[in-house]
């Protein structure tokens, strides 16, 4: 065998495969996919953390929940399904939505709907990457009623982020990586430690082409740590 030819090949089948992957991995981007626009669609595909601080795929297990419509009646038959790198999960209908659930987080999902001669198909997104907290650091001891820094760590800047505390529903901030929590922002007591969650959530999402005017498809990923609140008399 020429030995030229088998260098030249290798070389340019790594080359390749550095240059892009497939449509399910990550940085693969958005499809709003096509379809009859006949269905109305709003999904949403939600990563939530198995532990504190979670910083690896297998952290997180992603939660699907889609509903459909046709000419204002809810679809409950036919297959609904969404796919990543991790394989194809079907959803099963529950109380007026498509559920499923999906071990890990594989951040590019695509979802895939069939019903008669109804459909619509290859909508994907590509969602955002893991976010880990860099301050406050996980247990930490914090003055409630004090301004606290909040940042995070990650790659590529999500289409929407949020916050939550016990005191603070949701508030959208930038995905900049860095907020001050204004005091009394979290929960304290008068008398002894009181322990607060506090979650960054960051979503990206597409509109379906192929898909009646309103529809959307999402992908976020949630992440939290837990600070202690020192006591505070003014409670």
């Given at each position: 065998m020429n030995h030229y030819l088998v260098s030249t090949t290798?070389?340019?089948?790594?080359?390749?495969?550095?240059?892009?992957?497939?449509?399910?991995?990550?940085?693969?981007?958005?499809?709003?996919?096509?379809?009859?626009?006949?269905?109305?669609?709003?999904?949403?595909?939600?990563?939530?953390?198995?532990?504190?601080?979670?910083?690896?795929?297998?952290?997180?297990?992603?939660?699907?929940?889609?509903?459909?419509?046709?000419?204002?009646?809810?679809?409950s038959t036919g297959t609904v399904s969404v796919t990543s790198a991790g394989g194809t999960v079907p959803l099963t209908f529950n109380n007026g939505r498509w559920e499923g659930v999906g071990a890990g987080y594989d951040e590019v999902y695509r979802l895939d709907v069939e019903s008669g001669a109804d459909n619509a198909r290859s909508i994907r997104v590509d969602g955002p990457d893991i976010h880990t907290f860099t301050a406050p650091a996980p247990g930490a001891v914090v003055d409630a009623p004090a301004a606290i820094d909040l940042t995070w760590s990650r790659d590529d800047e999500a289409e929407s982020a949020s916050l939550r505390t016990e005191q603070i529903d949701e508030l959208a901030v930038p995905d900049s990586g860095r907020y001050q929590l204004p005091p009394n922002a979290l929960k304290s007591e008068r008398d002894k430690p009181h322990e607060n969650t506090i979650r960054i959530r960051r979503q990206n999402r597409v509109v379906p082409s192929g898909a009646v005017g309103g529809s959307?498809?999402?992908?976020?990923?949630?992440?939290?740590?837990?600070?202690?609140?020192?006591?505070?008399?003014?409670a």
């Open positions: 290798f070389v340019l089948s790594t080359a390749l495969a550095a240059c892009g992957g497939g449509p399910l991995d990550p940085g693969a981007g958005n499809d709003p996919g096509n379809g009859t626009s006949t269905l109305l669609i709003d999904g949403q595909a939600i990563a939530t953390p198995q532990l504190s601080n979670a910083r690896s795929a297998a952290d997180f297990e992603t939660s699907f929940s889609v509903r459909i419509t046709l000419a204002g009646q809810t679809v959307e498809w999402r992908v976020r990923i949630d992440n939290s740590i837990q600070v202690l609140a020192n006591p505070n008399p003014n």
